[in-house]
Antibody, heavy 118, light 110 residues
Framework: EVQLLESGGGLVQPGGSLRLSCAAS????????MTWVRQAPGKGLEWVSS????????YYADSVKGRFTISRDHSESTLYLQMNSLRAEDTAVYYC???????????WGQGTLVTVSS | QTVVTQEPSFSVSPGGTVTLTCGLT?????????PSWYQQAPGQPPRTLIS???SRSSGVSNRFSGSILGNKAALTITGAQADDESDYYC??????????FGGGTKLTVL
């Protein structure tokens, strides 16, 4: 059974940085594509970023390109999302998800809340 | 820029059938967009119902089915039940590793 557990969310000031983690079990992270999705309070889902299974190609939504970086640590079975230059509009619950080929999200974590506010 | 479209809201009677759609403001949805459907109850993470047009996720009732209808992806729910009342989102692969969600459909069962 795939289990994904996000952590690292919290309150951060505008312009600040935060690194989210997603601990994965029940899958081999080194051969699994992964995705981050976010949901602002009261809003819909927004695809944020994906990483391919083995080639480590990375992809970003225009809204975060140049500010966010997706990466993974194979040995720790952990996916990361480094978020820099945070803005109020980045406030959201961030979910990590297992990707399957052209499907960005198959299995989901429970999410972690990021609040960007002064 | 192309946007993924969904009905903002839909209503179905208990026991009835409803079809939610997922389109593009420019062009047609096809299997190459790997359309996926997600159900989200309030305060819960999304749950994957359908992936790659019509592949039902493990544990998902066969009352849920996916297809391509005309130029859109479609999610059909048969025998609607009270606990089907949720938000439903579609997700499309657009190009070059970019995905887009639709705005979601709020389904009411009454």
């Amino acid at each position: 059974e795939v289990q994904l557990l996000e952590s690292g969310g919290g309150l951060v000031q505008p312009g600040g940085s935060l690194r989210l983690s997603c601990a994965a079990s029940g899958l081999t992270l080194s051969t699994s594509g992964m995705t981050w999705v976010r949901q602002a309070p009261g809003k819909g889902l927004e695809w944020v970023s994906s990483i391919s299974s083995s080639s480590d190609n990375t992809y970003y939504a225009d809204s975060v390109k140049g500010r966010f970086t997706i990466s993974r640590d194979h040995s720790e079975s952990t996916l990361y999302l480094q978020m820099n230059s945070l803005r109020a509009e980045d406030t959201a619950v961030y979910y990590c998800a297992k990707r399957a080929g052209g499907v960005a999200a198959i299995e989901w974590g429970q999410g972690t809340l990021v609040t960007v506010s002064s | 820029q192309t946007v993924v479209t969904q009905e903002p809201s839909f209503s179905v009677s208990p026991g009835g059938t409803v079809t939610l759609t997922c389109g593009l403001t420019s062009g047609s949805v096809s299997h190459s967009h790997y359309p996926s459907w997600y159900q989200q109850a309030p305060g819960q993470p999304p749950r994957t119902l359908i992936s790659a047009t019509n592949s039902r996720s493990s544990g998902v009732s066969n009352r849920f089915s996916g297809s391509i209808l005309g130029n859109k992806a479609a999610l059909t729910i048969t025998g609607a039940q009270a606990d089907d009342e949720s938000d439903y989102y579609c997700l499309l692969y657009t190009s070059s590793g970019i995905w887009m969600f639709g705005g979601g459909t709020k389904l009411t069962v009454l």
